[in-house]
């Protein structure tokens, strides 16, 4: 048999379920028929063989979803593979890979088994990619869309029998006209990895086009309202005049500096003097009041003193005249140990305790010594207090006078350090204010030369992306021709084949029987018969089920084809196709597809098998039924 690429052939589709085969069907190359009645799993094979191969199921079937382990093996371009997904009812589940049959790669060591995950990163390629490489066609990419992955492939090439009745593609979220037909353009030999990536990079480079004019157009609208449009030597004449009046400034403000430290040491000395001044007037000013601090504790202690002295003065003056108004004490009694005393005097002026003679004078005496002898130190100590009070008013107002000074030195300082600074910056100012305008005017020169130089850079950069531009549209002229010359082949070859099939239809729709011409449209997912396209729903599933057919023969005349050669229509009889139009369907494509040598495969999933299929060359295990279901769960 004569082998296209790329080719899949599956040979064995193998289910588990908690380690328990409840799946083991054996299929062949050419036409194979999955048959039973509704309810007997026939759509679960369907869904997991289009899983294991790498598709991803939004709607499974309980029995299907439920299993955890899919072996597919099969060949791909002749090579044996077996493909393992796991976890039936997840979602984006990772594919390892054994080059090996199933008999020998469920005994294979573990480290000839490569794992794949669902989505590309840097570290491991996609198992889409494994499989691309595998089927030797290359990767198609879009960098709006996404990649082409094996899961959109079998979009096309598997009929879900959920699928509503006008849809080319198997329906899914967020999907795109765009890629529906870059999809349909990849299989049938029209997609060119060159042409593709031009018109993405055409895309890209026209952007970087468009947004250098719209910069070129805005900066040359600024430039054209300056003085400087066009004449750059006049701008660089101008500012060579700036310059030089900003060098002749400069120098301006160095001979100013250098007489103002002139002046500045003049009135430095001056202001040194006053400071050394201030200096010798803060040190007295300190020493002052140090002294006065000292001064006034003294005084303070002699007030004290004088004030005790003038209490014992006026303690002895109360005795005396207590003594002379009092009658004499006569003691019957010591007064230390109360012994009672003789009396052994009789003279009045005998003192009857002790016995001193004349004891009135005596006592008199001694009052009048104590008196003059207190009076005394009073005198003295009020003279010294008199002294020290004034050297104490001579250092308060000599700390007034200090601090007169003071403030009036520090005043002087001022005055004439801000007076010579009002004058510098008066003239400074000018002069900087000078060199600010002149170097502004130079950098206003300046952003014209820049807008100048960002003219010319942008010029180049437009001209290398036209370049590009312009390669790139050369590019894409030459490839698509060369894919305009393919396009008509290739959809004449669809058509003719679709129209041999709706011919040969027995059911109600006339426009089938006399179908002349068909067009079909992968972006819009229309398919029109006579420029009709509105079809019974019964009719609409069979112009559906005859395009894939005609697709696949289509790969068996076409080596260009990138369609696998391989094909899935589950449920055929949808719509309420009666069951005598169904076996029609299939009779039709036996009849077709046995004129071909080449490898191909089509599995049908029907309830109504033609009797010249029910036979061990097409059918594919048993016929199913509720009481035998095709999962042994």
Not at 170 to 198: H, I, P, Q
Not at 272 to 295: D, H, P, V
Not at 319 to 339: A, D
């Amino acid at each position: 048999m004569m082998l296209y690429k790329p080719t899949i052939i599956v040979k064995r589709l193998v289910a588990k379920k908690s380690n328990k085969v409840v799946y083991d069907g054996i299929f062949h190359e050419g036409l194979n028929i999955l048959s039973g009645r509704n309810g007997g799993g026939k759509t679960s094979v369907i869904q997991l063989l289009a899983y294991g191969l790498g598709y991803e199921i939004n709607n499974w079937k309980q029995e299907a979803g439920s299993c955890d382990e899919i072996y597919v093996d099969a060949l791909i371009n002749g090579e044996p593979v077996t493909l393992l997904r796991r976890g039936a009812g997840a979602n984006k589940q990772s594919m390892a890979i054994c080059f090996k049959e199933y008999s020998q790669a469920i005994k294979a060591a573990l480290e000839e088994w490569s794992d794949y995950p669902y989505s590309r990163n840097p570290a491991k390629e996609s198992f889409s990619q494994k499989l691309f490489s595998l089927m030797d066609i290359p990767e198609a990419r879009s960098d709006e869309y996404g990649s082409i992955t094996i899961h959109q492939i079998l979009r096309l090439i598997y009929s879900d029998q959920s699928n509503s009745s006008g849809n080319i593609f198997n329906a899914e979220s967020f999907d795109s006209a765009f890629k529906r037909e870059l999809v349909g353009d990849y299989l049938l030999g029209l997609y060119d990895n060159e042409l593709y990536n031009a018109k993405i990079e055409l895309t890209t480079e026209q952007k970087k086009l468009d947004k250098v004019v719209a910069e070129l157009l805005a900066i040359r609208s600024v430039v054209s309202r300056t003085s400087y449009a066009n004449d750059l030597a006049t701008m660089d004449e101008l500012m060579q005049i700036q310059l030089d009046e900003i060098v002749r400034l400069n120098k301006e403000v160095f001979d100013k500096k250098t007489n103002f430290s002139l002046e500045y040491k003049r009135e430095k000395d001056v202001t040194e003097n006053y400071a050394e001044s201030n200096i010798k007037i803060k040190t007295q000013l300190l020493e002052c009041e140090e002294g006065m601090r000292l001064l006034e504790y003294d005084i303070q202690d002699s007030n004290d003193f004088v004030k005790e002295l003038t209490d014992k003065s006026k303690a002895i003056n109360d005795s005396i005249r207590v003594g002379n108004f009092l009658p004499e004490v006569k003691f019957s009694t010591c007064p230390s140990c109360f012994k009672e005393i003789e009396h052994t005097s009789t003279e009045h002026d005998c003192c009857n305790l002790c016995g001193t003679e004349n004891f009135k004078t005596q006592k008199s005496t001694n009052l009048l010594r104590m008196k003059n002898e207190i009076d005394i130190q009073l005198r003295e100590s009020n003279k010294l207090l008199l002294k020290k009070n004034e050297k104490l008013t001579e250092l308060v107002n000599k700390r007034k006078q200090l601090r007169v000074s003071l403030k009036a030195n520090i005043t002087k300082v001022s005055s004439t350090i801000n007076s010579l600074n009002t004058a510098d910056d008066s003239i400074m100012y000018d002069l900087y204010r000078q060199i600010g305008e002149a170097d502004e005017k130079i950098k206003n020169l300046d952003k014209v030369r820049e807008l100048h130089d960002s003219i010319r850079v942008l010029t180049l950069k437009r001209d290398e992306t036209q370049v590009k531009v312009n390669r790139l549209k050369d590019i894409l002229s030459l490839k698509e021709r060369n894919i305009n010359t393919r396009k008509p082949e290739v959809i004449a070859a669809i058509s003719k084949h679709l129209i041999n099939i709706l011919r040969a239809d027995i059911g109600a729709e006339k426009e089938f029987k006399n179908a002349s011409t068909v067009t079909f449209d992968f972006a819009a997912e229309r398919i029109s018969v006579n420029d009709k396209v509105a079809f019974s729903e019964s009719g609409a599933f069979y112009l559906n089920n005859a395009f894939h057919l005609a697709l696949l023969l289509t790969s068996l005349e076409k080596d260009y084809l990138r369609l696998p050669r391989f094909m899935i229509l589950d449920g055929i009889e949808n719509g309420g196709m009666e069951d005598v139009r169904s076996q029609k369907f299939q009779h039709i494509a036996k009849t077709m597809l046995k004129q071909y040598s080449c490898c191909y495969q089509l599995i049908i999933a029907t309830k109504s098998i033609h009797p010249d299929l029910n036979n061990d060359k097409f059918v594919v295990g048993q016929t199913y039924s509720e009481l035998s279901p095709s999962l042994k769960i």
